[in-house]
């Protein structure tokens, strides 16, 4: 397909696990986001990677999360020791080069810690 | 603290009638503005992009940026059911790679 692929659609973890969320990009598209949307409430920015380069991490909400674009293509999210607070829908987009570029959602991953 | 704020809703409109969405935000350097649809369940798909002052129209939807007032609305003409759904605004500063930041959206719902 044409769009961004986010892998797996729903997730389940016990509390403690370690998960890992993967996000295929738009092809061509050299700028990543990941994105934390929780129930009711608008996305909000984790990280950006521009190719392989993660240029702004400034969003993670812990060191326990963790994300890589190894080969500026794919990228994974990691969660380390999952909370209960991590359950959201994690979301990722991607764009062209050039400032202000309309940025296209992958239909995301959701995450619920029990 | 960069903000965008919206109504949460709902907004209730009949089918066929003008649905009106506003957003404000803080960040006086924004430059890029965009609103996304977002179905229950469904990632947000974009639906318009603004950039300059005034009106931009897209089939039924029309996007109005005022950077003067920080403000930026979209409007719905002969709503249909399927467009209830949850609208977010999203601005950011137009620079590469800078992230887009939401409003917490509004939800809309159109009887029929």
Not at chain 1, 81 to 108: K, M
Not at chain 2, 54 to 72: H, I, M, P, W
Not at chain 2, 89 to 99: R, S, Y
Request: net charge neutral.
């Amino acid at each position: 397909g044409a769009g961004v692929s986010q892998s797996p659609r729903y997730k389940v973890a016990k509390r403690g696990q370690d998960v890992a969320l993967r996000c295929d990009p738009i092809s061509g598209h050299v700028s990543l986001f990941w994105y934390q949307q929780a129930l009711g409430q608008g996305p909000e920015f984790l990280t950006y990677f521009q190719n392989e380069a993660q240029l702004d991490k400034s969003g993670l909400p812990s060191d326990r999360f963790f994300a890589e674009r190894p080969e500026g293509s794919v990228s994974t999210l990691k969660i380390q020791r999952t909370q209960q607070e991590d359950s959201a829908v994690y979301l990722c987009a991607s764009t062209s080069a050039g400032g202000g570029q309309p940025q296209h959602f992958g239909d995301g991953t959701r995450l619920s810690i029990l | 603290q960069k903000e965008v704020e919206q109504n949460s809703g709902p907004l209730s409109v009949p089918e066929g009638a003008i649905a009106s969405l506003n957003c404000t935000y803080s960040d006086r350097g924004s430059q890029s503005f965009f609103w996304y649809r977002q179905y229950s369940g469904k990632s947000p798909e974009l639906i318009m992009s603004i950039y300059s002052n005034g009106d931009k129209e897209d089939g039924r939807f029309t996007a109005q940026l005022n950077k003067a007032s920080q403000y930026v609305s979209l409007l719905i003409r002969d709503s249909q059911p399927s467009d209830s759904a949850t609208y977010l605004c999203a601005v950011n500063i137009g620079q590469a790679g800078t992230a887009l930041i939401f409003g917490k959206g509004t939800t809309l719902s159109v009887s029929s």
